[in-house]
């Protein structure tokens, strides 16, 4: 008999980490393996921001925390909300978590009953439709195209809508695609959100501040659906703060309530340390990020150039994050040693095994003609990773 929950058979081990893991284990053995496939800067988190997690330690910061956030963090982070995006969220409309990816299922958990439709743009983020079918939620998906530079049309969404939809997730700037929607396009997609108030959203706004476009803009600023949205960020990208873990949501004050209960019940509140560094990073000097976001930028026009000159892909030019999403279904059929190639999973095996570079399979992203690869490395390894590409392509017949 198996013990294990029958839950655990309705969900994948994100691609992305399994990746990481397979390189890490090559890498582990000797192997010169490249590794593209983590989204994580490659930059230190700033000093000032590590000075302040410092001085918590020798203030003493080390005890629980409340579980929604300390005060001072929860005030920090409405003061940003109004800086950077004219958001208007009270204290108590704010939750502090463990990492964007707990605040999103935090929310997911707190508006999803079995049975409703959970709305998804593609390509997106692998952990979106994983976190639905763990609350026995149904994914539904709205596919996007290289054409549409993997954005979706309002026409799209109202295809889409049932009288089951519940939640709408979707990111922007997106990953794994880099597209980031317009102020213009978010309100074709709100006009159709006005028209259906039972639906609520969840806006993952994690890599804001690398964006190459222009500045960033929020679907909760459009007041008709303000209340229905969930507006997600944190450090991570925008600090080079990964391990760090720090996440949270502005929302309306009952699903901020929700959440927090649930929280209470399976993590409680975020470290001390962590939420006294995060005061520092969003009141502080935003030099490093602006730094680092120019180097992405830069690295950015070195893969794209560099795949460009890749027969057989397609390609966009990511306006945000640090992802390249190339189509790659043309090398699909084609074989190397009498192996052949079916699909991006067995592209990316190829490439790691015989060009030692890791990249990320499109399936979990819902885009199986794709590969994403994350370029948040140096430019000596990402010009070596595109001639390593470029060469184990060139062998597939």
């Known amino acids: 008999m198996n013990p294990i929950a029958h839950r655990v058979d309705f969900i994948n081990e994100p691609q992305t980490i399994a990746m990481a893991k397979l390189a890490r284990q090559l890498i582990a053995e000797g192997k010169d393996v490249i590794s593209l496939s983590l989204g994580e800067p490659d930059f230190e988190t700033p000093e000032h921001i590590k000075e302040a997690a410092k001085n918590a330690i020798d203030a003493g910061y080390s005890y629980y925390t409340p ?62 439709s994983e976190m ?50 317009s102020e213009k396009e978010l309100a074709e997609l709100v006009r159709i959100f006005e028209k259906h108030p039972n639906i609520y959203i969840i806006s993952d706004e994690i890599y804001e501040h690398i964006n190459f476009v222009g500045k960033h803009v ?20 925008g600090f080079s703060m990964t391990g760090w873990r720090l996440g949270y949501i502005g929302a309306n004050k009952a699903i901020v309530q929700a959440c927090e209960k649930i929280q209470s019940q399976y993590t409680s509140g975020t470290s001390h340390i962590t939420q006294r560094a995060a005061i520092a990073a969003l009141n502080g000097d935003m030099k490093p990020t602006y730094d680092m976001v120019a180097a992405f930028k830069q690295r950015r026009e070195l893969v794209v ?26 090398y699909y ?14 592209l990316c095996m190829y490439l790691l ?24 490395t140096g430019e000596t390894q990402l010009t070596e990773a595109l001639k390593r590409i470029k060469e184990g392509l060139s062998k597939l017949a």
């Open 218 to 237: 929020s679907i909760a600023s459009f007041e008709s659906i303000k209340d229905r949205v969930i507006t997600v960020n944190g450090l991570s990208k």
């Open 132 to 181: 639905a079918k763990l609350m026995e939620g149904v994914p539904v998906f709205i596919k996007s195209t290289v054409e549409q530079n993997y954005k979706i049309n309002a026409s799209q969404l109202e295809a889409a809508i049932t009288p089951k939809s519940k939640l709408f997730i979707f990111s922007s700037p997106c990953n794994p695609t880099g597209s980031v929607y």
């Open 353 to 376: 095994h015989e060009c030692c570079v890791s990249l990320v399979p499109g399936d979990g992203f819902g885009a199986p003609e794709c590969l994403r690869m994350s370029y948040a």
């Open 333 to 346: 059929g084609k074989a190397y040693n009498g192996k052949v190639i079916h699909n991006s999973t067995d």
């Open 305 to 330: 150039n560099g795949l460009n000159q890749i027969s057989g892909l397609r390609n966009t030019l990511p306006e945000g994050a640090f992802y390249a999403f190339p189509q790659v279904s043309s």
């Open 67 to 128: 579980v929604a956030g300390i005060p001072e963090l929860r005030q920090a982070i409405s003061d940003k909300f109004s800086r950077d995006n004219h958001l208007s969220y009270a204290t108590n409309e704010i939750i502090v978590s463990t990492g964007a990816k707990h605040a999103i299922m935090n929310v997911v958990m707190a508006l999803v009953n079995p049975g409703e439709e959970v709305i998804i743009p593609t390509p997106y983020w692998v952990s979106y």
